[in-house]
């Protein structure tokens, strides 16, 4: 007979679908593939294993998440951290409009119209992405957006919006 332990902790724990969900957000966030972890890792790391890890269909040792953590220079305890916003597993993400951005880019003379069209155009090459129309970029784009613009994400999401280069 098993008994299932209740859980009284004041906070989320994380469970192996979040851990899965930032194992392939923090690969895609860096613009890597499956095979760039194999290559990465210099074949510590089989491609096919970690797309088992995103996927959550496989389990990962305690020295497989040091090796992960080390591989993408976090704290494992980063690589663990509860889902943000409590419960829910969402990944929050932004679609742009690359148009848009071009057309500000060159009729603006503010440099942040400048500076986010770089930024967006340097996400789509490191992806692949040669649809020139659409981006979406996930949170962790999102902070690195903050950094280079020097703006609150709130103010960000604002100024974007006025913009008409978010699709919302």
Known sequence: MTSKIENFAPFTQPTPKSVALRLRTLRKARGWT???????????IKSVVMGSYERGTRAISLARCLELANLFAIPVAELLAAPEGGATNKVEIERFDLRQSAVLATR???NEFRSLHNFLIAIAQRRGDWNGEILTLRASDLDTLTLLLAMKRELLSQWLKQSKITLS
Not at 34 to 44: P, V
């Open 34 to 44: 499956l095979h760039d972890i194999e290559s990465k890792s210099h074949g510590s």
């Open 108 to 110: 603006q003379s503010e």
